[in-house]
């Protein structure tokens, strides 16, 4: 007989085919990578492993719907938005910020969340992968409907990653990318006067940096780096609606869903140290796919020792961003690359940095006339 879905009339499955275990109606199509045994509709969807659907395929629909209403739920558990907050998406064209533009467009319009969202993508100035990249989130943006906003850092910080590299070489640009990034995003959702930024990261993101602050022992990222809402106490919170969702399971909704994303590696972070990382959570997958789950359960369950201190935030005493020290990392980092000083901010330099002891911020600040010169014109023209 046939079944009816959605008013769609389905043909019936092939004799000796697997039926999905969800739905029972349509042909078995995948097992889900999170986890093979979480095919459940349990409330505590996250932590089940009900032995009724362990190891049990299920259809593209079916996969469709769980992967949808996980999220929801995540959302709605840690209260993500409020009604009528204006949302900017970290869009790189990359698979999790297309999915979770697609997803979140879809969620906020079945579930009536009322945002008003927007794409944010940042320009790093990456010849042959970002300026390819960006051309899929300008098809974005026409797909989804949603307005555009490109904040580069030609215009931030006067210079482009393709510059800083031929500068300071392949060993310790990701440094520069990623603190210039974090900063570029703040400024650009302040231009559009957004309530919160949306992130792509995903659990085998979260995981890795749990791991890499282990590596790194650098408690007070250790502290913070699970928490599914960050930045409340700067400028603008972000949010991570992907926390507990597979990178797995976001490129088989993309590739099923015939989603248009970019899907080439960033060309200059082949020997990043994430990578290394990634790889031994990889491994831990292909082992035990709970892995990941388990290592940001972990972390989640930190407990910092209260003799510890921590850092005291601040704001930077040139452009005003969030900073534990006089000067924030951006500040440092481009007074050096003003001054043909490159590794000015990359831990102690000697001869540099001085040799009392001082944080480069602190030796940065001693000579805060000096820099605010180099540092005003192409970096102080967003104020937080």
Known sequence: MDSTIEGVRQPPARAGS???????????ALKRPKTLEQVCLCPSHLLCSCPMFRDKPICRECFYIVFEDE?????????????????????????DSTVLAY?????????????????????EGITGYRDDSLETVKRNEIQYGLPLKIVSYKDLYGWTMDDIVKAIGLKNNCTFCGVFRRQALDRGAA??????????????????TVLLNILRGDIARLSRCTFITTGEDGPIPRCKP???????????YAYFKKLDYFSTECIYS???????????????????????????????????????????????ELCGYISSQKLCKACVLLDGLNRGLPKLGIGRTKGVAGGDGDSDSD??????????????????????
Do not use: W
């Open 18 to 28: 697997r039926l999905c275990t969800r739905c029972g109606e349509r042909k078995a």
């Open 363 to 384: 030796q940065q600040a001693k000579r805060s006339g000096r820099s605010r010169s180099s540092l005003q014109g192409k970096h102080g023209n967003v104020e937080f």
């Open 270 to 316: 082949p020997n990043a140290y994430r990578g290394f990382a990634r790889e031994f959570i990889k491994d831990l997958e292909r082992m035990r796919p709970r892995a990941i789950l388990d290592i940001i359960k972990s972390g989640e369950n930190f407990r910092i020792s209260t003799t510890t201190r921590m850092p005291e935030q601040g704001t930077c």
């Open 191 to 208: 231009l559009l006067k957004v309530d919160k930024i949306v992130t792509g990261h995903n659990a085998d993101d979260i995981a890795e």
């Open 242 to 252: 992907f926390k507990y969702t597979y990178e797995k399971e976001i490129v088989m």
């Open 103 to 123: 997803v979140l467009s879809e969620l906020n319009r079945r579930h009536k969340y009322c945002l008003d969202l927007f794409l944010l993508s940042v320009d």
């Open 71 to 95: 999220i929801h739920q995540t959302i709605v558990d840690n209260n993500l938005f409020k009604l009528g907050d204006r949302v900017a998406i970290g869009a790189s064209g990359g698979k």
